[in-house]
Nanobody, 123 residues
Framework: QVQLVESGGGLVQPGGSLRLSCAAS????????IGWFRQAPGKEREGVSC????????YYADSVKGRFTISRDNTLNSVYLQMTSLKPEDTAVYYC????????????????WGRGTQVTVSS
C-alpha cells in the first residue's frame, strides 16, 4: 500500500510562493492519480488540485486556478504543488492523497492520506 508524506509548507508573505511535495513510498506513484486538499481552521476540506495517472491531465479549483500548478515526477515518485501569488486565504493544512480526478468535483474518493503540511500566508 502506498504511503504519502507532504513537505514544503511554511510561513510566506502575501504574494509569495511555495512548492509543496508529496513523496510516495511502498508503491509506484505513477499508477495513482493524486489530489491535493486543504483545510483551514473552522472550514470544510477543499479539493485544490488533481493530476491523473493515465495522461497527466490536471484539474484545479476555481480559487487557485492560474496561481497553482500541479505536476508529477514519476522517476522521483513524487507529486508537486507549485503555489504562487499566495493570499492569506490560502492559509491551511495541505494534504495529498490518492484519488480520482474529474471536472467536478475535481478530486474524488481520496485515500492513503498524508499527515499534511502547514501553509501560512501572513505579513
Amino acid at each position: 500500500q502506498v504511503q504519502l508524506v507532504e513537505s514544503g509548507g511554511g510561513l510566506v508573505q502575501p504574494g509569495g510562493s511555495l512548492r509543496l511535495s508529496c513523496a510516495a513510498s511502498g508503491s509506484t506513484l505513477e499508477y495513482y492519480s493524486i489530489g491535493w486538499f486543504r483545510q483551514a481552521p473552522g472550514k470544510e476540506r477543499e479539493g485544490v488540485s488533481c493530476i491523473s495517472s493515465s495522461d497527466g491531465s490536471t484539474y484545479y479549483a476555481d480559487s487557485v486556478k492560474g496561481r497553482f500548478t500541479i505536476s508529477r515526477d514519476n522517476t522521483l515518485n513524487s507529486v508537486y504543488l507549485q503555489m504562487t501569488s499566495l493570499k492569506p486565504e490560502d492559509t491551511a493544512v495541505y494534504y495529498c492523497a490518492t484519488a480520482y480526478c474529474s471536472n467536478s468535483p475535481i478530486v474524488n474518493s481520496p485515500d492513503n492520506w498524508g499527515r499534511g503540511t502547514q501553509v501560512t500566508v501572513s505579513s
